[in-house]
C-alpha cells in the first residue's frame, strides 16, 4: 500500500514563500511522475505541478509557473514544492499524488491514483 504524507503547509503573508514536502512509502518511489494539485473552497481540485520520474521533465500550470519549483529526492523517497511570492488565490488545500504508469495525461487528475491527505496553505493579503 502507498501511502503519501504532506506536510509544511502553514500561514504566510503575500509574497512570503513555503516549502511543502511530499514523503512516500514504498521502494518503488522513482519509478513513478508526481504531482502537486490543489484545492480551494468552493472551487474544483486543480493541477499546479509535475516532475518526472528522475527529474528531468516538470510541468507547472499556467498560475503558478516562475513562482512555484517542483522537485524531487529518489533517495529521500521525498517530492517537494518550493512556492515564492505567493498571492491570496495561492490559498488551497494542497495534494501530492503518484501517477499511474503510461496512463493518462500529466494534468488530469484521473491520471494519479494516490493521493496524500493534503496539506493548507493560507495566504493572507
Known amino acids: 500500500q502507498v501511502q503519501l504524507v504532506e506536510s509544511g503547509g502553514g500561514l504566510v503573508q503575500a509574497g512570503g514563500s513555503l516549502r511543502l514536502s511530499c514523503a512516500a512509502s514504498g521502494r518503488t518511489f522513482s519509478s513513478y511522475r508526481m504531482g502537486w494539485f490543489r484545492q480551494a473552497p468552493g472551487k474544483e481540485r486543480e493541477f499546479v505541478a509535475a516532475?518526472?520520474?528522475?527529474?528531468?521533465?516538470?510541468n507547472y500550470a499556467d498560475s503558478v509557473r516562475g513562482r512555484f519549483t517542483i522537485s524531487r529526492d529518489n533517495a529521500k523517497n521525498t517530492v517537494y514544492l518550493q512556492m515564492n511570492s505567493l498571492k491570496p488565490e495561492d490559498t488551497a488545500v494542497y495534494y501530492c499524488?503518484?501517477?499511474?504508469?503510461?496512463?493518462?495525461?500529466?494534468?488530469?487528475?484521473?491520471?494519479?491514483?494516490?493521493w496524500g491527505q493534503g496539506t493548507q496553505v493560507t495566504v493572507s493579503s
Open positions: 499524488a503518484r501517477k499511474a504508469l503510461g496512463q493518462g495525461e500529466i494534468i488530469a487528475i484521473k491520471a494519479y491514483e494516490y
Open positions: 516532475i518526472s520520474w528522475n527529474g528531468g521533465s516538470t
